[in-house]
């Protein structure tokens, strides 16, 4: 499932330079997706960032603002349809909470994240034509990036299979984390603490949201009813073994698209060359 989600991961974010004519290989979506999440789970995000950056840039002559953009678009997407599953499942478990308003808070929040996600492209659409200030100017090209993806019809189905992809290969690796330790979850609480977990790429102000994946796995656990012990041993399963596939896998793609070693290519990132 792992290998499922960073598939996944790499196509959401590639569909969206499609609308440029920007077209990557299965393999490239793969490997960069990869090479991305070992840069972020060694630095706060940049360092896998820049990776896919560089190779877009040299390989495809992809700009770095029509790169960012891209994973800028992708991310809001998912974490839209994140957001409203995740509202929809905790409103489905209120009758079994104690504290509705709980229930109510988390709808409070998902409903502001919604509102935050698509105000960027609001303002921008209706506000800031002909600002020069960078911020505006970078809200102003994403919002234009946005159209171009509406305008495609093709682009826009393929955006929503490959969030709705990524969030279940997101729930389906939570529900094999279970299952391992012998504790039978249902769906809606699955898909709860999937949906909760998954903003701590977002958050990012931890290198892999270390501590911010736990609180989230942990408070989202709590809220579905899921042992304190089996939360533990679920978030030390996924540290251990995520790190060991994704660094394996980076290492192949290392040498694949960079024609160099997985030490050499986080070197020359971390420090900037």
């Given at each position: 499932m792992l290998l499922i989600n960073l598939y996944a991961s790499g196509r959401l974010l590639d569909t969206t330079l499609?609308?440029?004519?920007?077209?990557?290989?299965?393999?490239e979506s793969f490997g960069l997706a990869a090479l991305a999440r070992f840069g972020n789970y060694l630095s706060f995000?940049?360092?896998?960032f820049a990776i896919r950056m560089y190779y877009l840039k040299k390989v495809h002559q992809v700009d770095v603002s029509q790169s960012f953009l891209g994973i800028a678009l992708g991310n809001i997407l998912f974490y839209l349809l994140t957001a409203s599953i995740g509202i929809v499942a905790a409103l489905a478990l209120a009758p079994q909470q104690e504290n509705p308003s709980i229930v109510r808070l988390?709808?409070?929040?998902?409903?502001?994240?919604l509102v935050l996600l698509?105000?960027?492209?609001?303002i921008g659409e209706t506000r800031f034509k002909d600002s020069n200030?960078?911020?505006?100017?970078?809200?102003r090209e994403y919002t234009n990036l946005l159209k171009m993806v509406r305008d495609s019809m093709s682009i826009s189905l393929l955006l929503c299979f490959w969030a709705l992809v990524l969030?279940?290969?997101?729930a389906a690796i939570q529900a094999v984390e279970f299952?391992?330790?012998?504790?039978q979850a249902n769906a809606t609480q699955i898909i709860i603490i999937s949906c909760a977990t998954s903003f701590a790429a977002l958050i990012n102000i931890t290198p892999a949201g270390l501590g911010v994946t736990e609180g989230l796995l942990f408070f989202s656990g709590e809220f579905a009813g899921v042992p304190d012990h089996i939360l533990i041993a679920s978030a030390l399963i996924r540290r251990a073994v995520?790190?060991?596939?994704?660094?394996?896998i980076s290492a192949a793609y290392a040498h694949r698209l960079f024609n160099e070693s997985l030490g050499k290519v986080w070197r020359n990132f971390r420090s900037g060359s």
């Open positions: 499609a609308s440029l004519g920007i077209n990557l290989s299965a393999s995000g940049q360092v896998g988390l709808a409070l929040i998902g409903l502001a994240a698509v105000l960027p492209a609001l200030n960078p911020l505006l100017v970078l809200i969030l279940m290969s997101f299952y391992t330790l012998g504790y995520v790190l060991t596939i994704v660094t394996l």
